[in-house]
């Protein structure tokens, strides 16, 4: 398949570096939990949509354990005088989370309020344990802790699109993650 890439954005991630990256931490996370999961757990999968969709497709497909799915899908906008998001939930969660080993997939991690207010939400849950998977931890602008368990690419900074990532909602589709050029 010939590789599309529009004008206006540099290739960054391969559509092969990001497979066989997302395999490397299906594998690392199906040892991690094999360890913990008692006999009869499963993993409860969390994916922030829109942007993880397509990563969790990929992530979830190269974790050899039981686990089931579910999406949540919160729009945050940031509060300029403080370090932290308003978020507002537009698609809450459907399964319980009390007692589930929890493991929330997105697809970047950049200031981290969203992820931030997203973990404490699930921490007052009670999960039995929480972890965090991203794709891509852009990590320059950082404005809060955030623990990340597991990151595929580190990048320091750009707006990155493709694998799920948007711009005003195009180019969620290409199957590499590119760079959007500076005008
Ligand atoms: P934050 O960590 O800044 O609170 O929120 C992260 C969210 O901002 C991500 O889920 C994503 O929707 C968006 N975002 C951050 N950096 C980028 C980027 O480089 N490209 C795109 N398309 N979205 C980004
Ligand atoms: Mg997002």
Same mark, same amino acid.
């Given at each position: 398949m010939s590789s599309y890439s529009p004008p206006g954005l540099a290739p960054l991630f391969s559509p092969k570096a990001l497979a066989d990256r997302v395999l490397q931490m299906g594998d690392q996370i199906a040892k /991690?939990?094999?360890?913990? *999961?008692?006999?009869?757990?499963?993993? *409860?999968?969390?994916?922030v949509l829109n942007g993880a969709f397509i990563f969790m497709a990929d992530l979830v497909r190269a +974790?050899?354990?039981?686990?089931?799915?579910d999406? +949540?899908?919160l729009s945050s906008y940031q509060d300029q005088t403080e370090s932290s998001?308003?978020?507002?939930? @537009?698609k809450s969660l459907e399964m319980e989370v009390k007692n589930r080993h929890v493991l929330v997939v997105e697809d970047i991690a /950049?200031?981290?309020?969203? *992820?931030?207010? @997203? @973990? /404490?939400? *699930?921490?007052?849950k009670g999960p039995k344990s929480l972890k965090l998977a991203v794709a891509i931890n852009k990590n320059e602008r950082r404005k809060v802790n955030l623990a990340i368990d597991?990151?595929?690419?580190?990048?320091?900074?750009?707006f990155l699109v493709g694998y799920g990532l948007d711009y005003a909602q195009n180019y969620r589709h290409l199957p590499g993650v590119h760079k959007l050029k500076a005008n």
């Open positions: /991690d939990y094999g360890a913990v *999961l008692e006999p009869r757990e499963s993993l *409860l999968v969390i994916g +974790i050899n354990l039981p686990l089931e799915i999406f +949540i899908r998001a308003h978020v507002v939930m @537009l /950049d200031y981290g309020l969203t *992820l931030a207010w @997203l @973990l /404490d939400f *699930l921490r007052q597991y990151v595929g690419f580190e990048v320091q900074e750009g």
